[in-house]
């Protein structure tokens, strides 16, 4: 039963990362924005809890190094609409990326 609960979290955090990058690719979301550094921030956190219940030193690896890149992103992302807010400007592509 703690293998399915684990699984269900892993791939949830999977999903999330994924939908995320395929925005981006589909150019619905900015790369460089907040919403795709949460997206990511999120997965990796569901994907780390999943490794609770089934370790993997190389998976571990990699989502804290994802995780620490996306929270670095993510707190970049927050300051910069939160700037731009604060003009009373149109937030930079956070909710769709345009080119």
Same mark, same amino acid.
């Given at each position: 039963?703690? !293998?399915?609960?684990?699984?269900?979290?892993?791939?949830?955090?999977?999903?999330?990362?994924?939908?995320?990058?395929?925005?981006?690719?589909?150019?619905?979301?900015?790369?460089? &924005?907040? =919403?795709?550094?949460?997206?990511?921030?999120?997965?990796?956190?569901?994907?780390?809890?999943?490794?609770?219940?089934?370790?993997?030193?190389?998976?571990?690896?990699?989502?804290?190094?994802?995780?620490?890149?996306? =929270?670095? &992103?993510?707190?970049?992302?927050?300051?910069?609409?939160?700037?731009? =807010?604060?003009? !009373?400007?149109?937030?930079?592509?956070?909710?769709?990326?345009?080119?």
């Amino acid at each position: 039963m703690t !293998n399915i609960i684990g699984d269900t979290i892993g791939i949830t955090g999977v999903l999330i990362i994924v939908i995320a990058y395929i925005l981006m690719q589909i150019d619905r979301m900015d790369p460089k &924005g907040f =919403l795709f550094s949460l997206l990511n921030t999120i997965g990796a956190i569901f994907i780390l809890i999943s490794l609770l219940y089934d370790w993997n030193l190389a998976s571990f690896v990699m989502e804290v190094i994802w995780l620490s890149l996306s =929270l670095y &992103g993510t707190v970049k992302g927050y300051k910069n609409q939160k700037r731009v =807010l604060s003009k !009373n400007e149109m937030p930079l592509a956070t909710d769709r990326y345009e080119r």
